[in-house]
Structures are given as structure tokens and as C-alpha cells.
């Protein structure tokens, strides 16, 4: 079975780091994009940018470009989202998507990682 | 960026109805690289339609999508129970950002 399992929920103070995780199983990881799509409280989806994690090609939506960092580790199949300094307007779900090339929609997802930074 | 905008924000309908859900884009979006997705609460978004027009694996034939250029549109012919949700278009051929719509909730009237 295809799937993308996020890490847990994190709570966090402002000016925390933070780095979240998204890891596939059931197909080969390195041939797939990984999204990032924001989803503040009771708001709609943000796309925030996207790696192949085959060559860690990473483009990023301008709204989020330096606030961000996308990575991946293709060797635990994992692809990372992460904060230098939080701020409580990251207060969020955060779900990861493959999609198969970088132009194309993002058919599986993960179930979403809750972070909420709060003093 | 491209700016997607989906109306009407709340579509209040019955079982049984059909719904049409439209998305308008601020300039064309290349080679129809439309998407929509379904949102349910507490859920991840499943993708529903691709490329516009061609539904992803396991969506039943009564999702249907149309358009090109500026302009799309979702429909569902006969709405089941489970089919009320917030529905997003996506707009996924733009190298500055692959912008979402702000989204429709398909209620039960």
C-alpha cells in the first residue's frame, strides 16, 4: 500500500526550531515529487513548495520562500519541513503529498501533522 | 502567481441533487493543469479530478470535471451522503507556485 506517514503533533514556544517529518512506503520513493501544503484553523490549502528527492530539487511557493526549509533524506525515504524560528502564526496542519512529476496533481497524502506554537 | 477563484463559497444542497462548483483563474493555466481535490473534517484533501477532466483512481463516475483556459468547473451529478465536504481546486503548471482556491463547502440543505 502506497502511504505517506507524518510525524506526531508538536507544540512549540515562539522562536523555536522545528522539523517535521513525512515518510513513504509502498512505492520507490525517489521517482515522486513530496509537497508541503499549509492548512491554518479553519482556513483553506496553502501549497508552500515541493522536492525530488531523487537530486533534492526544491522549489518554493514565494509566499513561503526563506520562512521554510524542505528536505529529504532519500536513503529513510523521508522528506522534512522545518522551522528556525517559530512564530504563532505557524500555527497550522501540515499535510506532505507525492506527485509523480512536479507539474502534476498530488494524488497521496499524508494524514497531516498538527503544530501548534504558543508561549 | 496565479490566483484561483472558486464559487460560490457555500452550496447548500440535497441528497440527490446535482452540484456544479466553478473555479476561475486570474490568467490561463497551461495545458489544463486543474485539479480538485475533497476535504472532508478532520481528514487529509483526496484528489477527486486531474488534468482538468480525468477523475483519479477510485473516484466514482459521478464526479466530473470540465473547462480549460480560465475557467473550470466540478460537477457531481447526484450528490450521496458522503459527498458533503469542502471541495478545492488546484492549479499545479505554474513554476511561481502551485496556488489552491480558497474552496467550496457542499452542505446539507
Known amino acids: 500500500e502506497v502511504q505517506l506517514v507524518q510525524s506526531g503533533a508538536e507544540v512549540k514556544k515562539p522562536g523555536e526550531s522545528l522539523k517535521i517529518s513525512c515518510k513513504g512506503s509502498?512505492?520507490?520513493?525517489?521517482?515522486?515529487?513530496i509537497g508541503w501544503v499549509r492548512q491554518m484553523p479553519g482556513k483553506g490549502l496553502e501549497w508552500m513548495g515541493i522536492?525530488?528527492?531523487?537530486?533534492?530539487?526544491?522549489r518554493y511557493s514565494p509566499s513561503f520562500q526563506g520562512q521554510v526549509t524542505i528536505s529529504a533524506d532519500k536513503s529513510i525515504s523521508t522528506a522534512y519541513l522545518q522551522w528556525s524560528s517559530l512564530k504563532a502564526s505557524d500555527t497550522a496542519m501540515y499535510y506532505c503529498?507525492?506527485?509523480?512529476?512536479?507539474?502534476?496533481?498530488?494524488?497521496?497524502w499524508g494524514q497531516g501533522t498538527t503544530v501548534t506554537v504558543s508561549s | 502567481e496565479i490566483v484561483l477563484t472558486q464559487s460560490p463559497g457555500t452550496l447548500s444542497l440535497s441528497p440527490g441533487e446535482r452540484a456544479t462548483l466553478s473555479c476561475r483563474a486570474s490568467?490561463?493555466?497551461?495545458?489544463?493543469?486543474l485539479a480538485w481535490y475533497q476535504q472532508k473534517p478532520g481528514q487529509a484533501p483526496r484528489l477527486l479530478i486531474y488534468?482538468?477532466?480525468s477523475r483519479a483512481t477510485g473516484i466514482p463516475d459521478r464526479f466530473s470535471g470540465s473547462g480549460s483556459g480560465t475557467d473550470f468547473t466540478l460537477t457531481i451529478s447526484r450528490l450521496e451522503p458522503e459527498d458533503f465536504a469542502v471541495y478545492y481546486c488546484?492549479?499545479?503548471?505554474?513554476?511561481?507556485?502551485?496556488?489552491f482556491g480558497q474552496g467550496t463547502k457542499v452542505e446539507i440543505k
Open positions: 503529498a507525492r506527485s509523480f512529476i512536479a507539474a502534476a496533481a498530488m494524488d497521496v
Open positions: 509502498g512505492y520507490i520513493f525517489t521517482n515522486y515529487w
Open positions: 488534468g482538468a477532466s
Open positions: 488546484q492549479q499545479y503548471g505554474s513554476s511561481r507556485g502551485k496556488t
Open positions: 522536492i525530488y528527492p531523487g537530486d533534492s530539487d526544491t
Open positions: 490568467q490561463s493555466v497551461s495545458s489544463s493543469y
